[in-house]
T-cell receptor, first 111, second 118 residues
Framework: QKEVEQNSGPLSVPEGAIASLNCTYS??????FFWYRQYSGKSPELIMS????GDKEDGRFTAQLNKASQYVSLLIRDSQPSDSATYLC???????????FGDGTTLTVKP | GAVVSQHPSRVICKSGTSVKIECRSL??????MFWYRQFPKKSLMLMAT?????????EQGVEKDKFLINHASLTLSTLTVTSAHPEDSSFYIC??????????????FGSGTQLSVL
């Protein structure tokens, strides 16, 4: 079992719709969770971080964390073609010096 | 703040030569930097953790003598691919933890280096 699992996609949504990206992790002691966006040929950029159960909203992005279910998700409201990218979920334990990345979900938003 | 610069962005070299990639934190001090390798349509593969003033910690399966990492200052880490071969062709990315307590778990990435070995 991978430490961090994501559906590889591709996930395709129409412009204006809500895109839902999911991630599960195996280490119950994980405490820090991140979503990074990576455009093709570019390096990742941080878009959201979440540390406690519940929802965290930032503009059109909402991160949701459920530690009991070991599940973290990212919702993108009013999806735009510019949101088309690969989204990487990353998880970090309390004593871990490094983050563990999922394989990423490729999102395509169609005009 | 938290800008990480990586250079060069693209390099083409002949087989057998060595290539050095630089990663700099421009507006903060980075005691820890990370080096990744990424194949097309694949996720980041952590190669090593670079610690300022000490030896790098390499992930299992990564050759230390092949991928030399030096973190001589708080703002600069370098990765040298020695005696490069075509199978070393890849996208190499560095990252650094953000400055300050509020951001030091977040990673800020360099722009990446596309290495092509002929």
């Amino acid at each position: 079992q991978k430490e961090v699992e994501q559906n590889s996609g591709p996930l395709s949504v129409p412009e204006g719709a809500i895109a839902s990206l999911n991630c599960t992790y195996s280490d119950r002691g994980s405490q820090s969770f991140f979503w990074y966006r990576q455009y093709s040929g570019k390096s990742p950029e941080l878009i959201m971080s979440i540390y406690s159960n519940g929802d965290k909203e930032d503009g059109r992005f909402t991160a949701q964390l459920n530690k009991a279910s070991q599940y973290v998700s990212l919702l993108i409201r009013d999806s735009q073609p510019s949101d088309s990218a690969t989204y990487l979920c990353a998880v970090k334990g309390p004593n871990a010096g490094k983050s563990t990345f999922g394989d990423g979900t490729t999102l395509t938003v169609k005009p | 703040g938290a800008v990480v610069s990586q250079h060069p962005s693209r390099v083409i070299c002949k087989s057998g030569t060595s290539v050095k990639i630089e990663c700099r934190s421009l507006d903060f001090q980075a005691t820890t930097m990370f080096w990744y390798r990424q194949f097309p349509k694949k996720s980041l593969m952590l190669m090593a953790t670079s610690n300022e003033g000490s030896k790098a910690t390499y992930e299992q399966g990564v050759e230390k003598d092949k991928f030399l990492i030096n973190h001589a200052s708080l703002t600069l880490s370098t990765l040298t691919v020695t005696s490069a071969h075509p199978e070393d062709s890849s996208f190499y990315i560095c990252s650094a933890r953000g400055p300050g307590q509020a951001t030091n778990e977040k990673l800020f990435f360099g722009s990446g280096t596309q290495l092509s070995v002929l």
